[in-house]
């Protein structure tokens, strides 16, 4: 195992990392004080964050104080009390290498049993200069948090926003007046809106991308819930699953769920399809939206919308969300504002209201969020809205849609109605 450990960090100081690595938004310190994790869904981009680092890094030191091991390399049939072997492969490479001098790197270290108590004692005597990632299936934010102890700083890294994808096509996402680039950002928002942001199927022809993410839904499903819970009852979780993406951006019940299964002399208790529910958000499969309320207990009773967690991912795995743009287009403004760690709820009443955004403990905007305004939907959308905003006390609203552009009044509470991609592109990131 010392030979081979040698060999693997050899090869990674002779081999050129990927060349043009796309920009993500995500900040992570290059010297951070605690242990750095990065978590979230499968084939977001992770290791390639790392990849990114690295080559910030070379700019200040030589390759030869990085090491990187990715312990889902198959070679690699290492356990916990092995572990040390890797500072003992690299201090027989470069002896005269201070450890406290090192970066450590270690992608998907969740593979080997027991990691936590090497990396508690590489933090607390060797160096802080470690990175770690970690698949949603074995490394949860949460658990991190436990099996670290306070020592680390976890950071979500979810698939491309749009301004990242902007980006990675060379498009100035800050130019959004010109009337050549204007028209080429909307452009390119309305296939974002289909294809989402996934890195790898960026250029990948319309056949070949729904069969990549519908296998990225698979192996969520099966690796990530099926048998990391043990779960026999595939047939409710594959439904569950189903339904969750066809019910995208809408309320769900498990109380309404729980009665149709046993309408359709499905045996399964109510607390099973709770976990359920709270194992695809583990998964990173779906997120959950609060109901907006002062009082924990009743956010916690209150029903959730549910979002799946890629716009491209939905319409890959149920067209009919095709057919209903407005709620893919309200799934899109859920993802940015998750991504850049905007705090949103969802407002009931009279009117629903999309999202309210939270700044420290006071909602600070209302959003709706619909395909079009139209003579169909607008009294339906402006009521929650301004229902909201009275609520709250704000002084003017937010109308978001695919194209549109203007200003209203409605109960003496201004209203302005954007485009969506114009609005997303104005948010910090």
């Given at each position: 195992m010392l030979e081979l450990l040698k060999t693997i960090i050899a090869d990674f100081h002779r081999r050129e990392l990927p060349a043009n690595i796309a920009e993500r938004e995500l900040s992570i310190p290059l010297h951070p004080a605690r242990v750095a994790t990065v978590v979230g869904p499968r084939r977001s981009g992770k290791t390639f964050l790392l990849y990114s680092l690295i080559q910030r890094l070379e700019k200040k030191i030589p390759r030869e104080k990085i090491v990187y091991i990715d312990f889902a390399d198959e070679r690699l049939t290492i356990s916990a009390q092995q572990l040390h072997l890797v500072l003992d492969a690299y201090q027989q490479l470069f002896p005269k290498v201070d450890l406290k001098d090192v970066y450590l790197f270690f992608d998907e270290i969740q593979e080997v049993p027991g990691w936590e108590k090497f990396i508690r004692r590489l933090e607390g005597s060797v160096t802080k200069k470690i990175f770690l990632t970690g698949s949603s299936s074995k490394l949860l934010s949460r658990e991190i948090a436990s099996v670290l102890r306070g020592r680390t700083l976890s950071y979500e890294l979810l698939p491309f926003t749009f301004r990242e994808y902007l980006g990675y096509r060379g498009i100035d996402s800050k130019d959004i007046h010109s009337t050549r680039n204007k028209n080429l950002i909307a452009s390119q928002f309305e296939r974002f809106l289909s294809t989402g942001g996934y890195p790898e199927i960026f250029d990948f022809d319309e056949k070949t991308r729904v069969r990549a993410l519908q296998s990225y839904v698979d192996i969520m499903l099966y690796r990530d819930i099926i048998e990391r819970y043990r779960i026999g009852q595939t047939y409710v979780v594959k439904d569950m699953m189903r339904r969750l993406i066809a019910g995208n951006a809408c309320l769900f019940s498990v109380h309404k769920y729980y009665n149709e299964l046993k309408s359709r002399g499905v045996r399964i208790g109510k607390d099973a399809l709770y976990e359920f529910l709270n194992h695809?958000?583990?998964?990173?499969?779906?997120?959950?939206?609060?109901?907006?309320?002062?009082?924990?207990?009743?956010?916690?009773?209150?029903?959730?919308?549910?979002y799946v967690n890629d716009t491209g991912l939905g319409f890959a795995y149920n067209f009919d969300l095709s057919r209903n743009v407005g709620r893919m287009l309200e799934t899109m403004i859920f993802l940015e504002l998750r991504k850049?760690?905007?705090?949103?709820?969802?407002?009931?009443?009279?009117?629903?209201?999309?999202?309210?955004?939270?700044?420290?403990?006071?909602?600070?905007?209302?959003?709706?969020?619909?395909?079009?305004?139209d003579d169909d939907n607008r009294e339906r959308e402006i009521r929650g809205l301004t229902d909201a905003l009275e609520k709250f006390r704000l002084p003017e609203g937010l109308i978001l849609t695919s194209d549109q552009e203007m200003e209203m009044e409605s109960a003496g509470k201004k209203i302005s109605v954007k485009p969506a991609w114009k609005w997303i592109l104005k948010q910090k990131p």
């Open positions: 695809f958000a583990d998964a990173y499969l779906v997120f959950q939206l609060n109901k907006y309320d002062r009082s924990a207990a009743k956010q916690d009773q209150a029903l959730k919308k549910i850049a760690g905007r705090a949103a709820y969802y407002a009931g009443g009279n009117g629903e209201c999309d999202f309210l955004i939270q700044e420290g403990r006071k909602i600070i905007s209302a959003v709706q969020v619909c395909h079009r305004l």
